[in-house]
């Protein structure tokens, strides 16, 4: 017989590896909506593996920066069942923007300064998608939140990205030898599957400190 799946802890007592859990649930559970969510990303990694440094240089704070913030704005929405007036949805765009920009200057030289920055400030998307309150306050709500338990919220980051990264590069190899595919193509593909985890687990990472908070 098989066995039961076990009971999932409330968003307060969730572990690191129950989010993750979580997060792959949900994602089967929303397959197509979550797979949409791929796709930004997918065209950014594409983009990145083609132009110079320079360029990427340019492209990550404006073109990057802009496309993720816009994914995680709708992920947060479809995770946390929340459906926002334009003007939030605006305003929750724009305050990712600014958040995301200086994360590939940050993860240059090591990557902990940018989880570190997303941590504490990466919740202010989905606050201020679910919560009606202004730019400014999201800010200091974010960082409210990430205090509540700050090592789970970066614990909680690290994985996703460990998870995320290391499938994706496995993922990218069998591809490459499966029908000779191009690395820009397998690239793609890689990231549009796999890359939602990290919108998707982020989101419900705002519910843990939420409750957390509470």
Not at 72 to 80: D, Y
Not at 98 to 108: E, Q, S
Not at 151 to 180: E, K, P
Request: proline share 6%; aromatic share 10%; hydrophobic share 60%.
């Amino acid at each position: 017989m098989a066995e039961l799946r076990p009971v999932a802890l409330p968003p307060a007592e969730r572990t690191i590896g129950q989010l993750l859990g979580e997060s792959i649930r949900f994602y089967g559970d929303h397959f197509w909506p979550c797979l949409v969510l791929g796709l930004p990303a997918a065209a950014v990694a594409v983009v990145f593996k083609n132009v110079s440094r320079e360029a990427q240089l340019v492209l990550a704070p404006t073109f990057s920066a802009a496309l993720i913030s816009a994914t995680f704005v709708r992920a947060s929405g479809l995770v946390l069942h929340a459906s926002p007036p334009r003007r939030r949805l605006l305003a929750a765009w724009l305050t990712g923007w600014a958040v995301f920009a200086p994360v590939p200057f940050l993860v240059l030289a090591f990557v902990l300064p940018g989880l570190l920055w997303l941590a504490a400030l990466g919740l202010a998307v989905p606050v201020l998608v679910v919560e009606d309150v202004r730019m400014r306050a999201a800010l200091v709500r974010a960082w409210r939140l990430a205090r509540a338990d700050f090592l789970h919220a970066l614990g909680s980051l690290f994985t996703l990205a460990v998870v995320v990264v290391l499938s994706q590069s496995v993922l990218v190899f069998i591809l490459r030898g499966f029908g000779d595919a191009g690395v820009s193509t397998a690239l793609f593909l890689a990231s549009v599957v796999l890359s939602p985890l990290l919108f998707i687990g982020t989101a419900l990472l705002y519910a843990d400190q939420s409750a957390r908070v509470e």
